[in-house]
């Protein structure tokens, strides 16, 4: 892997819970799942392809678009429109092949284009979030001799669940 300059990194494929996007995007699709199995929670299984379309043809804000337009550069059609769509390319289909190469082209070059002003919107819509999250923090100034309670981080990740998470009053010196 060297010799062509490829970097390992540690992947955990068989543990998603480590990768945060992985997790929200689990989430999403379970949510999606919960209303679409109802009472019957044994056919979930039947249900996961029109789960997975329905989650793939939705508008997500962070990018400006969805996962599926990102991926093929196009809306997603409903088979009705696959039909008429069908009819209408194979009448378009009998041109040139330097056209074609062209067309072709032009289509890569306006998915790059998607692709990059999603990347942008992802980073505005970051930095949107920062923003709104940092409004919520309080900076406080402590003095000395002033009383304070200290926050066990450990308690937070392995707590029980009447456990305080604070730990008994400290004065500054």
């Known amino acids: ?33 919960e209303r679409v199995v109802g009472e019957n929670r044994a056919s979930w299984s039947d249900k996961l392809d029109d789960a997975l379309w329905a989650f793939r043809t939705d508008y997500k804000t962070p990018f400006g678009c969805t996962p599926y337009k990102l991926v093929y550069g196009k809306a997603c059609h409903l088979p009705v429109e696959l039909e008429h769509k069908a009819y209408w390319a194979l009448k378009q289909a009998n041109f040139n092949l330097k056209t074609a190469g062209d067309h072709r082209k032009i289509q890569i ?58 730990s008994v009053p400290f004065t500054i010196s």
């Open 1 to 33: 892997m060297q010799k062509y300059g490829v970097t390992h990194r540690l992947s955990t494929p068989y543990h998603p819970q480590i990768s945060g996007q992985v997790e929200v995007s689990n989430r999403g699709l379970k949510r999606i799942l």
């Open 109 to 166: 070059n306006e998915l790059n284009e998607l692709r990059n002003q999603a990347y942008e919107n992802s980073l505005i819509y970051k930095e949107k979030t920062k923003r709104i999250h940092d409004l919520k923090i309080k900076n406080r100034v402590f003095n000395v001799g002033d009383r304070v309670l200290l926050f066990n981080s450990l308690l937070k990740i392995f707590s029980g669940k009447l456990k305080s998470r604070w």
